[in-house]
């Protein structure tokens, strides 16, 4: 019969049903549905799989094709993109960690530790940047009397 598709799914039906209810994204939750709806035997084509979990033919049979070439652990692997660097290195992030652990050399103000970075790192970030970093970040509040 034109359109069956001829796939060995090597986990069990209670594999793939303990599988589908640990999945916490919806896409990886259609990923397991499709291999488990195969498995039963409730659709036997790609063309109904499609239909049966709301996505494109294309996308399914990318889908069977990337579980046969890698099995369940390359189906189910989350590609994260890099996104943009900090603005302030971790070595920097280290240092100013370090010396705001120093009780000798305290900094009097958010200004003194954009200097400071400006000098030893030779970072230049944001004014906002550095307060950010401080105060959300590595949670350090700098203890200065007003005047």
């Not at 994204?25 to 799989?49: E, M, P, R």
């Not at 070439?69 to 692997?77: D, F, K, V």
Request: positive net charge.
């Amino acid at each position: 019969m034109a359109g069956v598709c001829k796939l060995d799914i090597k986990e069990t039906s209670e594999e793939l049903k303990t599988l589908l209810a640990e999945q916490k994204t919806a896409i990886n939750f259609q990923k397991v549905q499709a291999l488990y709806l195969f498995k039963i035997g409730q659709v036997t084509t790609v063309q109904d799989l499609a239909l049966t979990v709301g996505r494109n033919r294309v996308t399914v049979q990318h889908w069977l094709r990337k579980y046969r070439e890698q099995g369940i652990a390359g189906l189910l692997r989350v590609r994260h993109s890099g996104g943009r660097k900090p603005a302030i290195p971790p070595e920097a992030i280290a240092g100013l960690q370090q010396r705001l652990n120093d009780s000798q050399r305290k900094f009097e103000s958010y200004g003194e530790i954009h200097r400071w970075l400006q000098q030893e790192y030779g970072v230049i970030a944001d004014y906002k940047t550095v307060y950010a970093t401080v105060r959300y970040k590595l949670k350090v509040k700098l203890k200065c009397h007003r005047r």
